[in-house]
Protein backbone atom coordinates (compact mmCIF):
# COMPACT_ATOMS: atom_id res chain seq x y z
CA UNK A 1 0.00 0.00 0.00
CA UNK A 2 2.13 3.51 -1.02
CA UNK A 3 1.43 6.41 1.51
CA UNK A 4 -0.86 8.86 -0.17
CA UNK A 5 -1.18 12.64 1.06
CA UNK A 6 -4.72 13.70 3.02
CA UNK A 7 -6.23 16.41 3.79
CA UNK A 8 -6.35 16.33 7.68
CA UNK A 9 -9.54 18.54 7.98
CA UNK A 10 -11.37 16.27 5.20
CA UNK A 11 -10.21 13.23 7.13
CA UNK A 12 -11.49 14.24 10.77
CA UNK A 13 -14.72 15.30 9.49
CA UNK A 14 -15.14 12.50 7.60
CA UNK A 15 -14.52 10.17 10.35
CA UNK A 16 -16.54 11.84 12.63
CA UNK A 17 -19.08 11.38 10.80
CA UNK A 18 -19.01 7.86 10.24
CA UNK A 19 -18.47 7.40 14.31
CA UNK A 20 -21.73 9.40 14.85
CA UNK A 21 -23.44 7.85 12.05
CA UNK A 22 -22.58 4.45 13.37
CA UNK A 23 -23.01 5.32 16.79
CA UNK A 24 -27.03 7.01 16.15
CA UNK A 25 -28.10 3.99 13.16
CA UNK A 26 -26.14 1.20 15.75
CA UNK A 27 -28.28 2.84 18.84
CA UNK A 28 -31.87 3.14 17.03
CA UNK A 29 -31.33 -0.26 15.53
CA UNK A 30 -30.36 -2.60 18.78
CA UNK A 31 -33.10 -0.78 20.68
CA UNK A 32 -35.68 -1.57 17.42
CA UNK A 33 -34.51 -4.79 17.08
CA UNK A 34 -34.60 -5.45 21.16
CA UNK A 35 -37.95 -4.09 21.62
CA UNK A 36 -39.22 -5.81 18.50
CA UNK A 37 -37.93 -9.41 19.35
CA UNK A 38 -39.34 -9.06 22.98
CA UNK A 39 -42.65 -8.03 21.69
CA UNK A 40 -42.78 -11.34 19.58
CA UNK A 41 -41.04 -13.59 21.92
CA UNK A 42 -41.05 -12.60 25.18
CA UNK A 43 -43.13 -14.58 27.85
CA UNK A 44 -42.14 -11.53 30.78
CA UNK A 45 -44.79 -9.45 29.73
CA UNK A 46 -47.41 -11.56 29.90
CA UNK A 47 -46.25 -13.40 33.26
CA UNK A 48 -44.26 -10.86 34.79
CA UNK A 49 -41.53 -13.29 35.65
CA UNK A 50 -37.86 -13.57 33.87
CA UNK A 51 -35.83 -11.34 32.00
CA UNK A 52 -35.70 -10.25 28.54
CA UNK A 53 -31.85 -10.07 28.41
CA UNK A 54 -31.51 -12.81 25.81
CA UNK A 55 -33.70 -10.81 23.46
CA UNK A 56 -32.10 -7.05 23.68
CA UNK A 57 -28.62 -9.07 23.31
CA UNK A 58 -29.75 -10.86 20.48
CA UNK A 59 -31.08 -7.37 19.20
CA UNK A 60 -27.75 -5.58 19.75
CA UNK A 61 -26.00 -8.35 17.75
CA UNK A 62 -28.03 -7.68 14.94
CA UNK A 63 -27.76 -4.13 15.14
CA UNK A 64 -24.05 -4.55 14.65
CA UNK A 65 -24.24 -7.12 11.57
CA UNK A 66 -26.55 -4.81 9.72
CA UNK A 67 -24.31 -1.41 10.75
CA UNK A 68 -21.23 -3.49 9.48
CA UNK A 69 -23.19 -4.73 6.11
CA UNK A 70 -23.79 -0.95 5.80
CA UNK A 71 -19.96 -0.24 6.71
CA UNK A 72 -18.95 -2.56 3.85
CA UNK A 73 -21.51 -1.72 0.88
CA UNK A 74 -20.09 1.89 2.23
CA UNK A 75 -16.76 1.50 1.98
CA UNK A 76 -15.80 2.15 -1.31
CA UNK A 77 -17.53 5.77 -1.84
CA UNK A 78 -15.41 8.55 -2.07
CA UNK A 79 -16.56 9.71 1.14
CA UNK A 80 -14.68 6.97 2.83
CA UNK A 81 -11.34 7.24 0.75
CA UNK A 82 -9.37 9.36 3.98
CA UNK A 83 -10.94 7.07 6.81
CA UNK A 84 -10.40 3.50 4.88
CA UNK A 85 -6.85 4.42 4.17
CA UNK A 86 -6.35 5.58 8.05
CA UNK A 87 -7.78 2.23 8.49
CA UNK A 88 -6.17 -0.02 6.27
CA UNK A 89 -2.50 2.12 7.26
CA UNK A 90 -3.57 0.84 11.19
CA UNK A 91 -3.94 -2.60 10.28
CA UNK A 92 -0.74 -2.77 8.80
CA UNK A 93 0.71 -0.91 11.63
CA UNK A 94 -1.03 -4.01 14.08
CA UNK A 95 1.32 -6.55 11.49
CA UNK A 96 4.26 -5.10 11.96
CA UNK A 97 4.09 -4.72 15.46
CA UNK A 98 3.31 -8.09 16.37
CA UNK A 99 6.92 -8.88 14.22
CA UNK A 100 8.60 -5.75 15.25
CA UNK A 101 11.23 -7.55 17.05
CA UNK A 102 12.09 -10.20 14.41
CA UNK A 103 12.71 -7.08 11.51
CA UNK A 104 14.31 -5.00 13.93
CA UNK A 105 16.61 -7.56 14.84
CA UNK A 106 17.16 -8.51 10.82
CA UNK A 107 17.29 -4.84 9.92
CA UNK A 108 20.58 -4.79 12.19
CA UNK A 109 21.89 -7.57 10.49
CA UNK A 110 21.76 -5.51 7.10
CA UNK A 111 18.25 -7.23 5.72
CA UNK A 112 17.23 -4.54 3.05
CA UNK A 113 13.78 -5.82 3.55
CA UNK A 114 13.40 -5.25 7.21
CA UNK A 115 15.09 -1.62 6.99
CA UNK A 116 12.22 -1.28 4.16
CA UNK A 117 9.46 -2.59 6.19
CA UNK A 118 10.69 -0.13 9.36
CA UNK A 119 10.73 3.12 7.17
CA UNK A 120 7.26 2.28 5.76
CA UNK A 121 6.29 1.40 9.07
CA UNK A 122 8.17 4.44 10.91
CA UNK A 123 6.49 6.84 8.46
CA UNK A 124 3.39 5.68 7.99
CA UNK A 125 2.83 5.79 11.63
CA UNK A 126 4.40 9.34 11.63
CA UNK A 127 0.97 10.39 9.11
CA UNK A 128 -1.06 8.68 11.16
CA UNK A 129 0.09 10.10 14.22
CA UNK A 130 0.01 13.78 12.73
CA UNK A 131 -3.79 12.99 11.69
CA UNK A 132 -4.71 11.54 14.78
CA UNK A 133 -3.48 14.57 16.66
CA UNK A 134 -1.32 11.96 18.87
CA UNK A 135 1.36 14.19 19.31
CA UNK A 136 2.44 11.84 22.65
CA UNK A 137 4.81 9.62 21.22
CA UNK A 138 5.88 11.66 17.97
CA UNK A 139 9.22 12.24 19.40
CA UNK A 140 9.85 8.25 20.27
CA UNK A 141 9.12 8.31 16.76
CA UNK A 142 11.69 10.76 15.53
CA UNK A 143 14.06 9.06 17.39
CA UNK A 144 13.05 5.86 15.90
CA UNK A 145 12.81 7.54 12.32
CA UNK A 146 16.54 9.24 13.01
CA UNK A 147 18.05 5.53 14.15
CA UNK A 148 17.08 4.52 11.58
CA UNK A 149 18.07 6.88 9.01
CA UNK A 150 21.49 6.70 10.31
CA UNK A 151 21.50 2.75 9.92
CA UNK A 152 19.90 2.99 6.18
CA UNK A 153 23.26 5.78 5.61
CA UNK A 154 25.80 3.29 7.00
CA UNK A 155 24.51 1.08 4.71
CA UNK A 156 24.42 2.75 1.89
CA UNK A 157 21.24 2.05 0.97
CA UNK A 158 18.94 4.75 -0.90
CA UNK A 159 15.15 3.20 0.55
CA UNK A 160 11.67 4.55 -0.35
CA UNK A 161 8.30 4.15 1.10
CA UNK A 162 6.97 3.19 -2.10
CA UNK A 163 9.36 -0.15 -2.23
CA UNK A 164 7.14 -1.65 0.61
CA UNK A 165 4.58 -4.22 -0.10
CA UNK A 166 2.71 -6.14 2.38
CA UNK A 167 3.77 -9.74 1.86
CA UNK A 168 7.19 -8.35 2.98
CA UNK A 169 6.29 -8.28 6.60
CA UNK A 170 4.63 -12.45 6.40
CA UNK A 171 8.69 -13.35 5.50
CA UNK A 172 9.44 -12.29 9.37
Known amino acids: M??????KATYRKNLNQVIIGFIAIF????????????????????????????????????????????????KNKMFFKEVLYVWQLKQIHNRVYRKLKKIKAASEQGDVNALIILNYYYQSQKQVILLDDNTLVISKLNQNINS????????QLVLST?????????SF
Open 27 to 74: LVLALAFGAGLISVFSTVIETGEGDNFRYNLLGVIFALLVCLFILNKL
Open 2 to 7: KLIEIN
Open 148 to 155: LNELISAK
Open 162 to 170: DQFEESMVA
